[in-house]
């Protein structure tokens, strides 16, 4: 028989749990002077979730019978009386992410500084993170405890050392391999407090050993070895009674915690192992299990572990231990009466007299009904008002003493190292608690408002505001908006604006989701900017303002819109302009507004709009001009496009952006920058205007030369012109219209030749022969294709990723030869001039697939001579004579290409078979 299958003996405990007041427990001990078990709340036999909880039926609670004396200690292994630990509603929730091998704490082993000035709302940082639409969909910052664990480690840390267990000494040693009795075994959990060896760590090797001590835990398990685990789990859950170096307490209740979840989830299993009927063992899932799924056996072991837990004389160890292993009540009683276990476990919390270490408890205790049933509220609304008056306990003489002289701490300072706990507390009531629950948690502020000294505020009150703000839902928070700005205006008047003001900007994304009524929305906002406008600190005012843009750009119109930004402009000036955080939060302010408008024009028309674009600097309004840019391709109408004050802001911002990017830029950088601008010049049109449009081109391509895809949009664009005059003149060209057509023609064959990408290259230089053929302008068609010949020659020397492949080069040239069918041949070179030259780059390329590629590549040039040689070629350009009729009947002009025909065939045909 293992330890874990140890029978109870018989009895029944009678003992009720007493706490003492909390300014009699000493300063070394947080655990009353208890017998040394109480009473458990299991009973002799496995229950069934129909089964009434024995409050109901009169019987003792060890929480409610709290004035009783302590009756005498008996066996803590005996048969208890049944004060059963239910869970309610059948939710399925997830299991917990950690695992006992992998560690997700280890970011926590990095250097830190120490965090006694650090406030524990420093994990608001997120919330400053706008949507992918950068619109508020939900006012709530609702961070999860796999990342909200991996964020305290980080920030509470200290310089000092820590005192941690060894737990390789020859007594946890001999633990593991203890006597078979049950009297030894029991006797393993409890015993030898003193002689297990203590050793001070840094913090950084802190957080390092207990990662191990958690894998250690685990192995020592799967060794058999479970009266060890069981020890270790214990001792650990003993360092949370040690609240001597508070800055720290924070990421030690994690590491401790992490440790506790693992040794929870290796007895589930543990139980599971035992046996499971045939129900049971179609379910995989944690939370399917219930009382149903398992065998007698397994009920059993179930019971001795939380007999194993009972025996624990101190208060810390035992309710941690119990809390870690909650879950397996389901195998008792399902999920039928967990609610009132809850509630009982967090009774038994009030037994924990420092004010540190009773919240980060109640914090864990909310965590493990999170865990096991979210729709929970009464358990954790329990805990976050007991947790709450801890705050004014922090005013006692005692305490305030110990936090002052001890610990060296003021008392606001230590108040904020319970953050984390009352944020995660509150979180998870404002995430499942509705209008009654938001109304109750600030009745509850409100009492602690007058709980200080001399009925004035308590420590931390504007952190716990904060959070109230910030975790419970926008249409929670509207409903009661008027006295929300009455608390934040008191918190204000007495903790400093400075210091508050953000609270403002908390309350301001509720309203951002949730508007007030359309009456009250402006006096609303005339009563909060009146504080908010006197805000010295320029960072702290920004925060507010980039949320209450999107609150008047949605709910107001442009003379409000134009009213907040004047005063952003008055409040940004001088050296903090320049300050990375002011950037960012213009940027901010900035974009909001640029989200919500639906017109490039009246953006720019708002009178403060280009004053406060013009206090943004470096990347701020490389992003806030992107933005403007999208604006402009998006909304713009015809007559927007052309207007000269629109054109010109916006080509501003094109140069803005182009100008951002340099040789350290990435390709997506590069690629959406060009993308941006090449939207803005396709957009721009001027209308019958054409020389108008031709110079903006011009001026474009001055400005804007760092990226192939913007000058090859600005060829591209020129050809376009080249085509809408040719379709207005209907081919007869006057003689402006013809310098016209000429001057495009010449823009393209000029811009073409600095495009990097050969491909987009030589198909613009393909299209603007085609453009200048259809145009009847023989000679700018020639110089065009003589370009093609010289660029296809030059492709050897050009970088192997810069290659073109066979086949995008073969089909390119079936596409050349099929335009030179309609080609006029040179009047002194002859007719086949482009085509000799042709063949001639064909011959001599570097063909990558040899001979083979290089025959395929003759294939439309035999097909091009072909046509050449029929009496009347197979199409034409209007108005342009082919060679059919400049060459019609000349005998050489066919002799030259037979000869040429044979000479193609003949080299084809040697390449096929090389």
């Given at each position: 028989?293992?330890?874990?299958?140890?029978?109870?003996?018989?009895?029944?405990?009678?003992?009720?749990?007493?706490?003492?007041?909390?300014?009699?427990?000493?300063?070394?001990?947080?655990?009353?002077?208890?017998?040394?078990?109480?009473?458990?709340?299991?009973?002799?036999?496995?229950?069934?979730?129909?089964?009434?909880?024995?409050?109901?039926?009169?019987?003792?609670?060890?929480?409610?019978?709290?004035?009783?004396?302590?009756?005498?200690?008996?066996?803590?292994?005996?048969?208890?009386?049944?004060?059963?630990?239910?869970?309610?509603?059948?939710?399925?929730?997830?299991?917990?992410?950690?695992?006992?091998?992998?560690?997700?704490?280890?970011?926590?082993?990095?250097?830190?500084?120490?965090?006694?000035?650090?406030?524990?709302?420093?994990?608001?940082?997120?919330?400053?993170?706008?949507?992918?639409?950068?619109?508020?969909?939900?006012?709530?910052?609702?961070?999860?405890?796999?990342?909200?664990?991996?964020?305290?480690?980080?920030?509470?840390?200290?310089?000092?050392?820590?005192?941690?267990?060894?737990?390789?000494?020859?007594?946890?040693?001999?633990?593991?391999?203890?006597?078979?009795?049950?009297?030894?075994?029991?006797?393993?959990?409890?015993?030898?407090?003193?002689?297990?060896?203590?050793?001070?760590?840094?913090?950084?090797?802190?957080?390092?050993?207990?990662?191990?001590?958690?894998?250690?835990?685990?192995?020592?398990?799967?060794?058999?070895?479970?009266?060890?685990?069981?020890?270790?789990?214990?001792?650990?859950?003993?360092?949370?009674?040690?609240?001597?170096?508070?800055?720290?307490?924070?990421?030690?209740?994690?590491?401790?915690?992490?440790?506790?979840?693992?040794?929870?989830?290796?007895?589930?299993?543990?139980?599971?192992?035992?046996?499971?009927?045939?129900?049971?063992?179609?379910?995989?899932?944690?939370?399917?299990?219930?009382?149903?799924?398992?065998?007698?056996?397994?009920?059993?072991?179930?019971?001795?572990?939380?007999?194993?837990?009972?025996?624990?004389?101190?208060?810390?160890?035992?309710?941690?231990?119990?809390?870690?292993?909650?879950?397996?009540?389901?195998?008792?009683?399902?999920?039928?009466?967990?609610?009132?276990?809850?509630?009982?476990?967090?009774?038994?919390?009030?037994?924990?007299?420092?004010?540190?270490?009773?919240?980060?408890?109640?914090?864990?205790?909310?965590?493990?009904?999170?865990?096991?049933?979210?729709?929970?509220?009464?358990?954790?609304?329990?805990?976050?008002?007991?947790?709450?008056?801890?705050?004014?306990?922090?005013?006692?003489?005692?305490?305030?003493?110990?936090?002052?002289?001890?610990?060296?701490?003021?008392?606001?300072?230590?108040?904020?190292?319970?953050?984390?706990?009352?944020?995660?507390?509150?979180?998870?009531?404002?995430?499942?608690?509705?209008?009654?629950?938001?109304?109750?948690?600030?009745?509850?502020?409100?009492?602690?408002?007058?709980?200080?000294?001399?009925?004035?505020?308590?420590?931390?009150?504007?952190?716990?505001?904060?959070?109230?703000?910030?975790?419970?839902?926008?249409?929670?928070?509207?409903?009661?908006?008027?006295?929300?700005?009455?608390?934040?205006?008191?918190?204000?008047?007495?903790?400093?604006?400075?210091?508050?003001?953000?609270?403002?900007?908390?309350?301001?994304?509720?309203?951002?989701?949730?508007?007030?009524?359309?009456?009250t929305r402006l006096p609303l906002l005339n009563e909060i900017w009146k504080h908010v406008a006197a805000c010295s600190d320029v960072?702290?005012?920004?925060?507010?303002?980039?949320?209450?843009?999107?609150?008047?750009?949605?709910?107001?119109?442009?003379?409000?819109?134009?009213?907040?930004?004047?005063?952003?402009?008055?409040?940004?000036?001088?050296?903090?302009?320049?300050?990375?955080?002011?950037?960012?939060?213009?940027?901010?302010?900035?974009?909001?507004?640029?989200?919500?408008?639906?017109?490039?024009?009246?953006?720019?028309?708002?009178?403060?709009?280009?004053?406060?674009?013009?206090?943004?600097?470096?990347?701020?309004?490389?992003?806030?001009?992107?933005?403007?840019?999208?604006?402009?391709?998006?909304?713009?109408?015809?007559?927007?496009?052309?207007?000269?004050?629109?054109?010109?802001?916006?080509?501003?911002?094109?140069?803005?952006?182009?100008?951002?990017?340099?040789?350290?830029?990435?390709?997506?950088?590069?690629?959406?920058?060009?993308?941006?601008?090449?939207?803005?010049?396709?957009?721009?049109?001027?209308?019958?205007?054409?020389?108008?449009?031709?110079?903006?081109?011009?001026?474009?391509?001055?400005?804007?030369?760092?990226?192939?895809?913007?000058?090859?949009?600005?060829?591209?664009?020129?050809?376009?012109?080249?085509?809408?005059?040719?379709?207005?003149?209907?081919?007869?060209?006057?003689?402006?219209?013809?310098?016209?057509?000429?001057?495009?023609?010449?823009?393209?064959?000029?811009?073409?030749?600095?495009?990097?990408?050969?491909?987009?290259?030589?198909?613009?230089?393909?299209?603007?022969?085609?453009?200048?053929?259809?145009?009847?302008?023989?000679?700018?068609?020639?110089?065009?294709?003589?370009?093609?010949?010289?660029?296809?020659?030059?492709?050897?020397?050009?970088?192997?990723?810069?290659?073109?492949?066979?086949?995008?080069?073969?089909?390119?040239?079936?596409?050349?030869?099929?335009?030179?069918?309609?080609?006029?041949?040179?009047?002194?070179?002859?007719?086949?001039?482009?085509?000799?030259?042709?063949?001639?780059?064909?011959?001599?390329?570097?063909?990558?697939?040899?001979?083979?590629?290089?025959?395929?590549?003759?294939?439309?040039?035999?097909?091009?001579?072909?046509?050449?040689?029929?009496?009347?070629?197979?199409?034409?350009?209007?108005?342009?004579?082919?060679?059919?009729?400049?060459?019609?009947?000349?005998?050489?002009?066919?002799?030259?290409?037979?000869?040429?025909?044979?000479?193609?065939?003949?080299?084809?045909?040697?390449?096929?078979?090389?």
């Amino acid at each position: 028989m293992t330890s874990d299958d140890a029978a109870p003996s018989e009895g029944q405990i009678e003992n009720k749990w007493v706490p003492l007041n909390m300014e009699e427990v000493s300063s070394n001990s947080f655990s009353p002077a208890l017998s040394p078990a109480a009473s458990h709340p299991l009973g002799g036999g496995p229950q069934k979730s129909e089964t009434p909880h024995p409050a109901a039926n009169g019987q003792a609670n060890p929480v409610a019978n709290e004035g009783a004396a302590p009756a005498t200690p008996t066996d803590p292994l005996s048969k208890a009386s049944v004060i059963s630990d239910p869970l309610s509603s059948a939710a399925k929730t997830p299991t917990d992410p950690l695992s006992a091998a992998s560690d997700p704490l280890s970011a926590g082993n990095q250097n830190s500084t120490p965090s006694k000035e650090k406030n524990a709302t420093d994990d608001g940082e997120a919330e400053a993170a706008l949507d992918s639409e950068l619109d508020l969909k939900d006012s709530r910052t609702i961070i999860p405890w796999s990342i909200r664990k991996t964020q305290i480690v980080q920030t509470f840390t200290t310089t000092g050392t820590i005192q941690m267990p060894s737990f390789v000494s020859n007594e946890v040693a001999k633990a593991g391999r203890g006597g078979n009795t049950l009297q030894a075994r029991v006797d393993s959990i409890d015993d030898g407090d003193d002689e297990v060896s203590m050793v001070r760590y840094s913090a950084r090797e802190y957080v390092q050993n207990m990662t191990e001590m958690n894998e250690e835990l685990a192995r020592a398990w799967n060794n058999e070895e479970r009266v060890k685990a069981l020890k270790m789990a214990i001792q650990c859950a003993k360092l949370l009674g040690d609240s001597s170096t508070p800055q720290f307490y924070p990421s030690l209740f994690v590491l401790v915690t992490e440790i506790l979840d693992t040794f929870g989830r290796l007895v589930f299993e543990r139980i599971k192992q035992k046996g499971l009927t045939a129900a049971g063992k179609k379910k995989k899932r944690m939370e399917d299990f219930g009382p149903d799924d398992v065998t007698e056996e397994a009920r059993e072991t179930c019971k001795n572990w939380f007999y194993k837990i009972a025996s624990i004389r101190e208060l810390i160890p035992r309710v941690y231990m119990e809390m870690a292993i909650i879950r397996c009540y389901q195998f008792l009683y399902g999920y039928g009466e967990f609610e009132s276990s809850l509630r009982r476990l967090a009774g038994m919390l009030r037994g924990i007299a420092d004010p540190l270490g009773s919240v980060h408890a109640r914090a864990y205790l909310v965590r493990r009904s999170e865990d096991i049933n979210a729709s929970l509220i009464a358990p954790v609304m329990d805990c976050f008002q007991d947790s709450s008056q801890c705050l004014a306990l922090l005013h006692s003489s005692y305490w305030s003493n110990r936090i002052t002289s001890v610990n060296k701490l003021d008392v606001d300072t230590y108040a904020s190292l319970l953050g984390p706990a009352l944020d995660y507390q509150l979180q998870c009531l404002g995430h499942k608690g509705g209008r009654s629950c938001c109304i109750e948690v600030l009745k509850n502020y409100a009492h602690l408002c007058k709980a200080g000294p001399a009925g004035g505020r308590v420590a931390g009150t504007g952190m716990l505001l904060e959070f109230i703000l910030k975790n419970f839902e926008a249409e929670n928070l509207s409903g009661v908006v008027v006295e929300l700005v009455r608390l934040i205006n008191e918190e204000v008047a007495e903790g400093g604006l400075d210091k508050h003001v953000h609270l403002y900007g908390i309350l301001g994304r509720a309203l951002v989701v949730s508007p007030p009524p359309a009456e009250t929305r402006l006096p609303l906002l005339n009563e909060i900017w009146k504080h908010v406008a006197a805000c010295s600190d320029v960072k702290a005012y920004l925060g507010v303002a980039s949320v209450f843009i999107q609150y008047v750009v949605k709910y107001f119109g442009d003379k409000e819109v134009c009213l907040l930004l004047g005063d952003v402009v008055r409040h940004v000036s001088g050296a903090a302009r320049a300050e990375s955080a002011v950037q960012e939060e213009l940027q901010r302010t900035t974009l909001h507004i640029v989200a919500h408008r639906n017109s490039f024009q009246g953006l720019i028309a708002l009178q403060q709009w280009m004053p406060v674009v013009d206090l943004l600097q470096g990347p701020g309004l490389v992003e806030v001009s992107k933005a403007m840019l999208r604006l402009f391709t998006s909304t713009s109408s015809a007559q927007e496009a052309r207007d000269p004050v629109a054109v010109h802001a916006a080509f501003g911002l094109a140069k803005t952006v182009h100008d951002a990017i340099d040789d350290l830029s990435s390709d997506n950088q590069r690629r959406e920058a060009g993308v941006l601008i090449c939207g803005f010049l396709r957009r721009i049109g001027f209308g019958s205007e054409l020389e108008q449009h031709l110079n903006f081109l011009v001026d474009s391509r001055r400005f804007l030369v760092s990226l192939d895809i913007v000058t090859h949009t600005l060829a591209m664009e020129a050809v376009s012109l080249v085509a809408v005059c040719q379709e207005k003149v209907k081919g007869r060209h006057t003689r402006r219209t013809l310098s016209f057509v000429k001057a495009c023609l010449a823009f393209v064959i000029v811009t073409l030749p600095s495009v990097q990408d050969r491909e987009w290259q030589l198909q613009g230089l393909l299209l603007g022969g085609q453009v200048a053929l259809r145009a009847g302008l023989i000679a700018q068609a020639e110089s065009f294709f003589k370009a093609i010949v010289q660029a296809i020659q030059d492709l050897p020397s050009l970088s192997p990723s810069a290659q073109l492949s066979d086949e995008w080069l073969t089909s390119y040239l079936s596409s050349f030869a099929s335009t030179l069918v309609a080609v006029p041949g040179h009047p002194e070179h002859g007719p086949l001039y482009v085509v000799n030259g042709l063949l001639t780059v064909v011959r001599k390329h570097a063909w990558q697939g040899g001979g083979a590629a290089r025959a395929r590549a003759y294939a439309p040039m035999i097909a091009l001579l072909c046509a050449y040689a029929q009496p009347r070629l197979p199409y034409q350009v209007a108005g342009v004579d082919g060679n059919d009729v400049l060459f019609a009947r000349d005998a050489a002009f066919f002799s030259e290409i037979h000869q040429t025909l044979a000479r193609i065939v003949d080299e084809a045909l040697d390449a096929a078979l090389d």
